[in-house]
Structures are given as C-alpha cells and as structure tokens.
C-alpha cells in the first residue's frame, strides 16, 4: 500500500486499535463492536468481536497483556527502548502532538503508549502528514516485539495485537520510503 489513498484508509484502523490498546473495554465500546458495521470491519481485519459470554474475562485479559504483563512491559515505547517512563520517546511524541497542536495523550495514558501513537497517528494523516509520518518512521518500530505476548496468548486482544502489528509495519515501512530512505 503506498498511495495517499491507501494510507488514509487505515485511519479508522489506527483509531480504534488505539482506543482498544489505551483502556479496557466499557459496556458502550462492547457495543459499539457489535454493530454490523464494525464487527464486519473487524472480521475483515482478522479480529473476531467479543463474545457477550466473555465479557466478564476481556478486563483481566487486557490488565494481563497490556497493564501488568508476565514477563513483558506495557506498550510504552520510553519502557521498551529506554527502560523507563517518560523517556525521549515520550518527550518526542509531545512535540509532535504539539506541533500540530493535539493533545498527546487520550485517557491520560503515557504519550508514547503505543495506542496514543495510534490515535495520534490517525489524527496528524490529514492535518499534518509530515507530522505522521515522522510519527510512523520514529515510533512503531519497538510495536510487534512488545506485542508479541500477546499475539502468542490468543483471544480478543492478541488478534487485536496481531492486527497492530501488521497495521504498525506497514505505517512504518510507508513512512521509511519504498527505497528505505525516510519519507
């Protein structure tokens, strides 16, 4: 995919996989999944909407993989390079929120937490495409390693992961350049 085109399809993507991965799923976003729309658009996507029977299990899913996670980190980009919170990874996702003057982080979640990036991602597209794709080029990369216990899990929320993945390799290689060289 290397048209304009194409990656503005993916906006949508960008922005529910990112709300997906900022918070645990409440009573209205189980809905929303639900909806003919959006269940088709995430069985294409490789994802399978939440079964209503395990709803009770989805939050400590998501605690297990994305807040507490056996033997990983978050997806905080500042944890998986620098090894801490609030690192330059974090600093650097700031100024590009606040180049293009958005707000860096939706539910107060660390800036660089991979699904603020998603989100943020999603929003710089038409206002500020240099902007997203310097946000792509700089900021996905750590994305598959740090999700790769979660793919490996299964469930709702490693499809969700598996599909990041695959979201956040091409939004990266589109912002490398088909010849490797930055966009």
Do not use: K, N
């Amino acid at each position: 995919m290397s048209t304009a085109e194409g990656i503005a399809d993916l906006v949508p993507a960008a922005r529910l996989f990112g709300r997906l991965l900022v918070r645990e799923l409440d009573a209205d976003d189980l809905s929303s999944l639900r909806q003919e729309e959006v269940a088709a658009a995430l069985l294409d996507l490789g994802v399978t909407p939440p079964d209503p029977a395990a709803e009770p299990d989805l939050a400590a899913e998501y605690c297990a993989l994305f807040l507490h996670p056996e033997g990983a980190l978050p997806p905080v980009q500042s944890l998986w390079t620098e090894g801490r919170y609030d690192g330059d990874a974090a600093v650097r996702v700031r100024s590009i929120a606040a180049a293009a003057g958005l707000s860096p982080s939706p539910g107060g979640a660390p800036p660089d937490h991979l699904g603020c990036i998603l989100v943020l991602w999603a929003e710089l597209v038409d206002a500020r495409e240099d902007l997203a794709t310097l946000l792509a080029r700089d900021h996905l990369a750590w994305a598959a390693t740090a999700l790769a216990p979660a793919v490996r899990r299964g469930g709702f929320y490693g499809e969700v992961a598996r599909a990041v993945v695959e979201l956040t390799q091409v939004l990266a290689e589109e912002a490398a350049g088909t010849d490797g060289r930055p966009a």
